[in-house]
């Protein structure tokens, strides 16, 4: 499997921003969708959103639409999640994660079993 390694994550007063990144070294471009998902305390693990293999499909749990995009380099093998507007209940450790199951698809899953490939995450803690 590929290596992915998140940075990015720390502390941010409520309100803030963050950038996550989720990089691919040693990937010369990315053919599958990359997700992200969050893990809280004692909280099974959650999607967050997805982006196809191009960037040109994306899709957003609720909780975090409109105020959570997520990209990618596919120059740089890197997925970005920026974060706005972070509130307490975002707080967790994010994940980004490769689906692997079929290349260049037009779709993305929100499944966390349909992802085979996960960085050891990045934790985000959100003063109140």
């Known amino acids: 499997q590929v290596q992915l390694l998140e940075s990015g994550g720390g502390l941010v007063q409520a309100g803030g921003s963050l950038r996550l990144s989720c990089a691919t070294p040693?990937?010369?471009?990315?053919?599958?969708?990359m997700g992200w998902f969050r893990q809280a305390p004692g909280l099974e693990r959650e999607f967050v959103c997805a982006?196809?293999?191009?960037?040109?499909?994306?899709s957003y749990a609720d909780s975090v639409k409109d105020r959570f995009t997520i990209s990618r380099d596919r120059a740089k093998n890197t997925v970005y999640l920026q974060m706005n507007s972070l509130r307490p209940d975002d707080e967790a450790i994010y994940f980004c994660?490769?689906?692997?199951?079929?290349?260049?698809?037009?779709?993305?899953?929100?499944?966390?079993?349909?992802?085979?490939?996960w960085g050891q995450g990045t934790q985000v803690t959100v003063s109140a």
């Open positions: 994660a490769e689906d692997r199951r079929r290349p260049f698809s037009a779709s993305v899953s929100k499944r966390p079993e349909d992802y085979s490939n």
């Open positions: 040693g990937r010369t471009f990315g053919i599958f969708a």
């Open positions: 982006i196809t293999w191009d960037g040109s499909g994306t």
